[in-house]
Nanobody, 119 residues
Framework: QVQLVESGGDLVQPGGSLRLSCAAS????????MGWYRQAQGKERELVAS???????QYADSVKDRFTISSDNAKNTMYLQMNSLKPDDTAMYYC?????????????WGQGTQVTVSS
């Protein structure tokens, strides 16, 4: 199990930028995969971006070329740089960590940080 704390959500105008942070309670190099998910009101939670401990990244089509996921092992922190924000990006953003164990996968979630894109 790992505790995750997100920060950085805010109200921003269309076309603006935000950087979300996710601080983990353990070394992120020991976590198999970390990711950002979002859930807009009335919609299902969806994957935004993920990064494996081997550096492989994955993005939703809707955020490719606008969002960048990264991590700082020294700070045990993962980031999501979001540029050219659109109203459709408005959602609660959640950090997630996946640890693969012999007994099965273990996924942890943060509490979320709200991103609102509006003029």
């Amino acid at each position: 199990q790992v505790q995750l704390v997100e920060s950085g959500g805010d109200l921003v105008q269309p076309g603006g930028s935000l950087r979300l942070s996710c601080a983990a309670s353990r070394s992120i190099s020991s976590i198999n995969s970390m990711g950002w998910y979002r859930q807009a009101q009335g919609k299902e939670r969806e994957l935004v971006a993920s990064v494996s401990n081997t550096g492989i990244t994955q993005y939703a089509d809707s955020v490719k070329d606008r969002f960048t996921i990264s991590s700082d092992n020294a700070k045990n922190t993962m980031y999501l740089q979001m540029n050219s924000l659109k109203p459709d990006d408005t959602a609660m953003y959640y950090c997630s960590a996946l640890i693969l164990r012999s007994l099965g996968p273990n996924r942890s979630w943060g509490q979320g940080t709200q991103v609102t894109v509006s003029s």
